[in-house]
């Protein structure tokens, strides 16, 4: 598409201190225009919504342009990460891409950048590192850590700047995410957007404290605090910051005093303002004071051009906007996942024991992940060659929870953009031991334990996934994932939906119960996570697919989420070995054959379904074709269903809850189209509907096991 030309004043989108040294005039009027683009532009858009021209909402930066154009010019984009708030309009037209594909944006049209798949402002640039927000406030922070440390570890000199107002600044995730970035001496700005009001509160009515750049000293970090009235002093305070936090990387905290001049959004009223309080902030509007400043010394007849030049330039770009066609589904559908992979180069092995780096390293070292005070980090080269890996396909004997170690063990020593993290999966080597070992052998800045920060955690994953590694995130329940549900469900799994942006990142969930943990520690969560869209999902049932299914994963370009039961960690040991199919754990696969009806399962219920089959084949003859699902998601069910028409029956088994259930799903999927065939009703055989109870005598109870599935399809049959 053919957009109008950009004009020279805004082919220059890069600003350092010495330019400010070396002609303070054109620096400042380099400032200026791409403030007034920004201004005049909100401006605009808030006019177009007006007249109805473009949906949903929207949140202008009117008043934040003197914070977010001097930040977005002085960092480096050629490196750097950022993640804008819904007030960053003006740091989106610096940092890339011409006007009209940001106005295309709010148009919701064919030249969307995100296909119009996302809402006005919730863009970024995901091939500049400019990682889009959501809604849910505070959640970016970890992002923009995690791209962050990934580009040091490539190493690049990169800082990272994220945004939270004053009003998130109350969440957890920001808690989680300022002392996950001290931790790590992560080299992020962290920008307190402080209008003093968050939507209709005021600060009054948040804080005790009303200084919020001194929490910095919480963390030990840093903290500054700056107010936006002045351009100028914004530039250099940044210019230092920015200079001093990519030269000695460490988390900077700045809590800037900006200005909302239109309200929270296009619909806010300000009716909750005290009389006179909006027109006040109006008043010290700082451009036009700037402006009237810049005027004052000599430079009002070039002011005057630039002011012109803008005018023409958003009035010829909304109109070339205003011109495309309106956005079509088409490729819809197709857009929920990533492309296939190809496959990884794997040696065919399932590994060694030998240590990828010396053992000598002491264990007691912070997670820092690389050389912090030269602004560099380790580089990881592959190490496979190093390791003298066995290359027979001959089985070893393994439990479940050796097994993945050995494909954990397998993919850190010949990926290296691979890396494990998770709480006590150091020294400890994870709850279950999974882990185990890891730490010794490879060394803290690839495998670390986390603080207990599931939510900043999960983001910090998906931020190194976004940018060029793939981690392999651990909880030490299934259960505690539900405090990162935000980031799984509502952030990675929408990424390549709404940004075309690949998240390369494995999520493992020891689940299940059976072991007299009680309800927080024993759920099976497929259900509540699958329900949400963009999630692979695998649940091996054998140590062979356990060991499969890491491989699968991990080279995924998706997240894939790996439920583990906790039940068969140590439940015997079987043969293992490389299998070259191994991308066939995608597939369910066929237990045992029979005819008077069909069983899908998956989990620990495999083992008990097939108990149950034997049962029946000894005592009544009756056979069962038995179904491993393995993939939750996606599904692919069209071996089962020729096995559905074939016998016309269905029995559905799975650990978690029936009401909502994985099974309800998979009774849908299986007889809508075949309900003609069916010779009669289909069977769900699930846990009751209660939380997950402790004593073993009522967690019998409460979950299916091999008697209480013949039981039920005994009484089924009749």
Not at 95 to 118: I, M, V
Not at 354 to 374: F, H, K, L
Not at 482 to 505: C, E
Request: with cysteine.
């Amino acid at each position: 598409m053919s957009f109008p030309a950009t004009p020279a004043l805004f082919q220059n989108r890069d600003l350092r201190l010495a330019d400010l040294a070396a002609d303070r005039d054109a620096a400042l009027l380099r400032t200026y225009a791409w403030m007034q683009l920004a201004r005049t532009g909100d401006n605009r858009i808030l006019d177009l919504f007006r007249q109805g021209l473009i949906r949903g909402t929207v949140t202008g930066g009117q008043g934040n342009e003197a914070l977010i154009v001097p930040l977005a010019l002085l960092a480096d984009k050629s490196v750097d990460v950022v993640s804008f708030s819904h007030r960053g309009f003006g740091g989106h037209l610096v940092w890339s891409d011409h006007l009209c594909d940001h106005l295309c944006q709010y148009f919701a049209n064919s030249g969307s950048p995100t296909k119009a798949r996302e809402g006005n402002i919730h863009h970024g640039d995901l091939k500049a590192r400019s990682l889009p927000m959501i809604s849910h406030l505070g959640i970016m922070l970890s992002n923009v850590i995690g791209a962050t440390d990934s580009q040091r570890r490539s190493g690049r000199p990169a800082v990272g700047f994220t945004f939270f107002g004053d009003g998130s600044s109350s969440t957890g995730d920001i808690h989680e995410s300022l002392n996950l970035a001290a931790l790590l001496s992560a080299p992020v700005i962290f920008v307190i957007e402080n209008n003093h009001y968050a939507y209709s509160t005021p600060t009054r009515e948040q804080f005790v404290s009303p200084t919020l750049w001194e929490r910095a000293k919480g963390y030990g970090m840093e903290g500054l605090e700056m107010n936006c009235a002045d351009p100028e002093n914004v530039l250099r305070t940044l210019g230092a910051a920015i200079e001093k936090v990519r030269a000695h990387p460490r988390p900077l905290l700045i809590e800037a005093h900006t200005f909302r001049l239109r309200g929270h959004a296009a619909y806010d009223t300000c009716d909750y303002m005290k009389p006179g309080e909006a027109e006040a902030i109006l008043a010290e509007d700082p451009l036009p004071k700037w402006r009237a400043k810049l005027a004052a010394s000599g430079l009002a007849a070039r002011l005057d051009a630039i002011d012109a030049e803008v005018r023409e330039f958003v009035e010829s770009c909304i109109k070339s906007a205003m011109a495309l066609p309106p956005v079509t589904p088409d490729g819809m559908a197709e857009d929920l996942f990533a492309p296939d992979a190809p496959p990884m180069p794997w040696v065919p092995s399932i590994g060694s024991e030998q240590s990828a780096v010396s053992s000598q390293q002491p264990e007691s070292a912070g997670i820092n992940t690389g050389d912090r005070s030269s602004g560099t980090t380790a580089h990881f080269s592959p190490l496979a060659s190093s390791l003298s890996p066995l290359t027979s396909s001959v089985a070893e004997q393994l439990t479940m929870a050796q097994a993945i170690n050995k494909a954990l063990r397998k993919i850190l020593t010949e990926r290296p953009e691979s890396l494990v993290l998770g709480q006590d999966i150091g020294t400890y080597g994870g709850a279950f031991k999974v882990t185990e070992h890891l730490l010794r052998d490879f060394g803290r800045p690839r495998v670390f334990s986390t603080p207990l920060c599931e939510s900043a955690s999960t983001g910090y994953a998906i931020g190194l996934a976004c940018i060029g590694h793939r981690p392999i995130e651990e909880f030490q329940f299934a259960d505690f994932a539900t405090d990162a549900m935000t980031q799984i469900t509502l952030n990675a799994a929408t990424y390549h939906f709404r940004a075309g942006q690949k998240v390369p990142v494995v999520f493992r969930f020891p689940c299940g119960g059976g072991l007299t943990f009680g309800s927080f520690h024993s759920q099976e969560m497929e259900a509540s996570f699958l329900a949400f869209p963009g999630i692979k999902a695998l649940y091996p049932s054998t140590p062979q697919d356990a060991f499969n299914a890491l491989l699968a994963a991990y080279e995924d370009d998706n997240p894939v989420i790996i439920f583990e039961h906790k039940g068969l960690y140590r439940r015997g040991k079987h043969p293992v070995k490389f299998d070259p199919n191994y991308r066939e754990v995608w597939q369910p696969k066929k237990v045992r054959s029979g005819d008077f009806a069909t069983i899908v399962t998956y989990g620990e219920m495999v083992q008990h379904c097939d108990a149950a089959a034997t049962y029946f084949a000894e005592e009544y003859e009756t056979t069962f074709d038995l179904f491993d699902l393995r993939a939750l998601s996606p599904l692919k069910l069209d071996a089962i269903k020729e096995s559905v028409a074939r016998t016309g029956r269905l029995v559905v088994v799975h650990e978690g809850r029936r009401t909502h259930g994985f099974g309800a799903e998979l009774v849908s999927r299986l007889t809508e189209e075949l309900f003609g065939s069916l010779k009669a009703a289909p069977l769900r055989i699930a846990a009751l509907d209660l939380p997950v109870p402790f004593a073993p005598e009522l967690e019998i109870v409460y979950r299916p096991s091999k008697d209480k599935i013949v039981d039920a399809i005994a009484a089924w049959m009749g």
